[in-house]
């Protein structure tokens, strides 16, 4: 992908007033490839036919609810999705953030600060850090290696792969290698501008990211924490 708008994007949503209005929305500013689905049977159907770059999903839909859904992609595919829904209490936010969702916007919502906020997942997700725009980085840790462009890491017992949001929190780490970035920085990195403290999430997806760069989990040596403020990574040898 080299444009935001070749971003392959399946809308989900039971309302199909809103389905028409979002897709023509998307489509004047520009997006060219837009599926549509009104309930999970016909998503699943979507998806497994052509497997999107991005999701706009409705929590509320008739023949399910769009978590599980949610998590029944994720189990197929780590691709980012965006959580669109008239459920504006906090504990439904923090659900869907919490479950590892790029964003959650709540109906109604400005046209323009949909469009801002995928831009900004799509970006984050494609269009940035190493290896988005020239050869593969490569960055090796000790007997571990990670591919930036595969969003993968090799070590002596296989290779695993990165999560989008562990991919995204090792670049910001990886562009600013032997310095601290602070739990907002990271989290800005990840969940965009508006999600600060978000520090428990985010320990959760740095446990993960150590069990797969580190020989060492319980003792790194590579990802650091600054205690209070954020976290390190060593500068490693990069190709």
């Known amino acids: 992908m080299n444009h935001i708008y070749e971003c392959r994007i399946l809308i989900i949503d039971d309302n199909q007033q809103l389905l028409d209005m979002l897709t023509s929305i998307l489509q004047k500013e520009g997006y060219q490839f837009l599926r549509t689905a009104s309930d999970c049977k016909s998503a699943r159907e979507v998806f497994a036919a052509e497997t999107p770059d991005l999701i706009i999903l409705d929590v509320m839909l008739p023949d399910g609810d769009g978590f599980s859904l949610f998590q029944e992609f994720r189990v197929q595919a780590d691709l980012p999705i965006l959580f669109l829904s008239a459920r504006d209490q906090d504990n439904d936010r923090l659900l ?8 959650y916007l709540t109906k109604p919502f400005l046209p323009k600060e949909l469009t801002l906020r995928l831009a900004a997942i799509i970006r984050r997700t494609y269009l940035s850090g190493p290896g988005a725009r020239s050869g593969e980085t490569i960055l090796t840790l000790g007997d571990r290696s990670v591919h930036f462009d595969r969003g993968t890491v090799s070590s002596p017992q296989g290779e695993s792969s990165l999560t989008a949001k562990e991919l995204l929190i090792l670049k910001k780490l990886y562009e600013n290698r032997g310095r601290i970035v602070t739990f907002d920085a990271l989290c800005d990195a990840v969940w965009g501008d508006g999600y600060y403290t978000y520090e428990n999430t985010l320990m959760v997806h740095i446990r993960r990211l150590r069990e ?28």
């Not at 869907?96 to 964003?103: E, I, N, R, S, V």
């Not at 989990?217 to 990574?233: N, V």
């Open 96 to 103: 869907g953030l919490g479950l590892g969702a790029d964003d």
């Open 212 to 239: 797969k760069i580190e020989a060492d989990p319980s003792h790194p040596r590579w990802l650091l924490t600054a205690r209070g403020i954020g976290y390190r990574l060593e500068k490693g040898e990069t190709e």
